[in-house]
């Protein structure tokens, strides 16, 4: 497995792949593996001959006061992993590779952009659009692989894909969780004991959306405000949104049918902002 750090050797290894005809898979990912990051891997082995894995923490899309110093790391962990995995290269530059001095251009989609994560988070993704952008000039991908677990992240990536005719395919895949329903995150590494069974609020509380559901509640805000109160009875949370959207185009709902998707972010004690998703006429292997 290559570990390459600088954008010109990563465009001459990939120059070499693709001279030999191999079709390329590139999964972005800010390390720290966890299980989700190795089915997207796998996803990507299933649709390319090489797959490049990307690992960096991309400054440009944290906000001066959120978790980019604390979030988890551990290169050599990563390595591991990756190493069991049908993985060719790895492209781990630093901010400093990505970012020379005089860097001033930005990738940023107008609409989806503005609700959910964008509401209280509003550079984030002007952040990794420009970042995926960068990094699909650098690695030239035929199919990218990204998770449902950042479902607005992957309708955004989409959406900007086809926006600016990029010829890759974008492929996303399901989210994987915990035994007891916790969706994998590396953020889930900064939990502690107590914090961690408060996390457990968000797929617990789509389980009651989808409970509500089956029993015939239609009216979303009735069943946000229940999933907000479940929430919310859990210590050490506080919600940045709970919202019923279309999956189609993530437009917010009124009444809720089997295209409905329950989005949730979370703080637990302040510190850690969890999000999880789910339809709530789950497909069979989600539920
Ligand atoms: P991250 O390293 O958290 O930026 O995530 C890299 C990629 O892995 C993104 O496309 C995420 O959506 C995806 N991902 C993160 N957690 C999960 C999960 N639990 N299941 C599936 N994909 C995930």
Known sequence: MEILQRPDEMQQWVRGQRRSGACIGLVPTMGFFHDGHLSLMRLAAQHADTVVVSLFVNPTQFAPNEDLDRYPRDFERDMLMLRREQVAAVFAPTPELMYPPGFQTEVRVQHLTKYLCGRTRPHH???VTT??????????PDVAVFGEKDYQQLAIIRRFVTDLNLPIRIIGGPIVREDDGLAMSSRNANLDRSHRASALSLSTGIGLARDLYRQGERKAMTIA????RHILSFPHTSIDYVSLIDSRNLDPVEQVDVHTMLALAVHIDGKVRLIDNGLLVPIKKEE
């Open 125 to 127: 993704f002007a952040g």
């Open 131 to 140: 970042v995926v952008t960068k990094l699909f000039n650098i690695v030239q």
């Open 225 to 228: 405000t229940a999933v907000q």
